[in-house]
């Protein structure tokens, strides 16, 4: 499953890119992947509903719905 989400993430990360941010992976353990969110998304009010509510919501979708996205 870590494979499965560090390859999703790589995808996820263009989109937030694009948008002058970035993120980091920070840890993978069991089911909560810690991310940091960098550039234009590090200091974005929205980091948090960009974390939940995309980030999370995209990998639960496609991987788990047990996956839960913490910020570091």
Do not use: F
Request: net charge negative; aromatic share 0%; glycine share 8%.
């Amino acid at each position: 499953m870590e494979e499965k989400i560090k390859a999703k993430l790589e995808e996820l990360r263009g989109m937030l890119q694009a948008d002058g941010g970035d993120l980091e992976l920070v840890s993978i353990e069991d089911k909560v992947v810690t991310l940091q969110l960098r550039g234009a998304c590090g200091n974005c009010p929205h980091a948090t509903m960009t974390l939940k509510q995309g980030i999370e919501r995209i990998l639960r979708e496609t991987i788990d719905p047990e996956i839960v996205v913490e910020r570091a």
